[in-house]
């Protein structure tokens, strides 16, 4: 299972993050937000980490064509996309494409059966916020069928990171404000506890599938 951290606003956090085992770091590009960062600040970010770390930017407002320049800008390797307003073609866009759903009772998930071009990222619905709410949701709503293939995110904490591994066992997990001191700040304790039980989950995982 994959590890996003998202919100990421300095060199120091996003260091920290690679260092302790995160495959992604987010980016998010949306003034409104707590954990807004400037294409300037996250091109500098971005061209001091590993090779190996997946760059998110994450819109809501955008055009298409100001993803594009970002994204060609700064060396994003993924886009996530929080609202329904921005369509970008698959086959225009050569890195991938994170749709991000906000779950409530009555969703319809049938559409993510099928076979697609998007990864789909499933986070909790609010009225006032696009995402990074830090709340769950009914995770017993999510179809068997899909529960591989989806990014979870909603409240992911050191308080069900065992449940979402075990039961769940998504093909990645979105986290942000369970990790943070403040928004846009990471809290170093709070990583590293996290990322202590993921690893060990991982190499528990692992030991297994070798056996």
């Known amino acids: 299972m994959r590890v996003k951290i998202c919100g990421i606003t300095n060199i120091d956090d996003a260091l920290l993050c690679s ?27 971005i061209s001091q980490l590993p090779s190996f770390i997946t760059n998110v930017g994450v819109f809501v407002e955008q055009s298409p064509s100001e993803i594009k320049s970002i994204v060609n800008n700064i060396g994003l390797t993924a886009v996530q996309l929080h609202s329904e307003n921005i369509i970008l073609n698959a086959d225009d866009f050569p890195i991938q494409i994170i749709k991000a759903l906000r779950i409530k009772p009555g969703f319809d998930f049938s559409p993510l059966l099928k076979a697609d071009k998007f990864h789909y990222l499933l986070d909790s619905y609010s009225k ?33 990171i065992r449940y979402v591994f075990e039961k769940i066992k998504p093909q ?19 990583l590293k506890d996290f990322f202590n039980i993921v690893n060990g989950l991982r190499y528990r995982d692992s030991s297994l599938r070798s056996e």
């Not at 085992?21 to 970010?45: H, M, P, Q, T, W």
């Not at 709503?141 to 995110?153: M, R, V, Y």
């Open 128 to 160: 006032n916020m696009p995402g990074g709410t830090g709340e769950t949701f009914d995770w017993k709503l999510i179809p068997e069928e899909i529960k591989h293939k989806i990014i979870l995110a909603g409240g992911i904490s050191i308080n069900n």
């Open 19 to 45: 260092d302790l085992g995160a495959d992604a770091l987010g980016f998010v590009f949306y003034n409104k937000s707590k954990r807004n960062i400037s294409i300037k600040g996250a091109c500098e970010i």
């Open 172 to 190: 990645a997990v979105d986290l942000s404000s369970s990790v943070e001191s403040e928004p846009g700040k990471k809290d170093k304790d709070k």
